[in-house]
């Protein structure tokens, strides 16, 4: 597989395009200003951000029992109820989405190249769509693709065959680019992909009995990966 050039390059979204700590963390804090003005004291504010990054685990969490959650847990000066959260979250959540340092760059990088450039992200369309539209990143995509649309999720190997389809490339020509080890690595890879792992939260998972194509810490990595491979 390693004789293909490469063709495209696929990007997740959550932690790999998009910031997504920095987005969640800014939703909160308007969450807080909006629901928990009466709280003045900073250091429990503190408190409830580290409480809410912790209980929404990196977004790999079924959103209406994370607010459901918070519900119950918040003190509250009048009880939302998790409804009215939820919707709360789908109208401002997205307007706080802020790009992951290096990104247009990284996607420059492929055009430079004549990569074809896909986007294959889990979640719902319309919070998916609606932060790929904030940060501007549909222009620069030939295929987006979310599993809300597709109704299978990543690591299904067809949901892979099905963005590789629309792109017009083979799995072998093409690169995948995410921070979750079985999503975005492994998951690609079962459809014949490489896969690059950008190291966030998530540490390599050695279960999964394969290893990364490369590995990079940073999305402007990917430029010398471009450049300094002879698969060009
Ligand atoms: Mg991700």
Request: net charge negative; proline share 2%.
């Amino acid at each position: 597989m390693s004789e293909h050039a490469v063709k495209a390059v696929i990007f997740d979204l959550d932690n790999t395009l998009m910031d997504r700590d920095y987005t969640f963390g800014a939703f909160s804090r308007l969450l807080i200003k909006d629901y928990l003005g009466h709280i003045q004291d900073q250091e429990k504010v503190r408190d409830i951000l580290g409480y809410m990054r912790i209980a929404d685990a990196d977004g790999y969490r079924e959103k209406r029992g994370f607010f459901e959650e918070l519900v119950e847990r918040l003190p509250w000066s009048q009880k939302p109820d998790a409804d009215m959260l939820y919707s709360y979250y789908k109208e401002h959540y997205m307007k706080e989405a802020r790009l992951m340092k290096g990104a247009m760059e990284a996607i420059q990088s492929c055009r430079d190249k004549g990569y074809k450039l896909g986007m294959l992200t889990n979640g719902l369309y319309e919070i998916q769509y609606g932060k790929v539209l904030h940060l501007g990143l549909e222009k620069h995509f030939d295929v987006i693709l979310t599993s809300g649309e597709a109704g299978i999720k990543k690591p299904d190997r067809r949901i892979y065959e099905m963005i590789l389809e629309r792109l017009g490339t083979s799995g072998e020509e093409t690169v995948f680019v995410g921070d979750h080890p079985e999503n975005d690595i492994w998951g690609a890879a079962q459809a014949g992909m490489r896969g690059i792992f950008l190291k966030r939260s998530f540490d390599w998972d050695h279960t999964l009995g394969m290893e990364p194509w490369k590995r990079i810490k940073e999305l402007n990595e990917l430029e010398g990966i471009w450049n300094n491979t002879i698969l060009n």
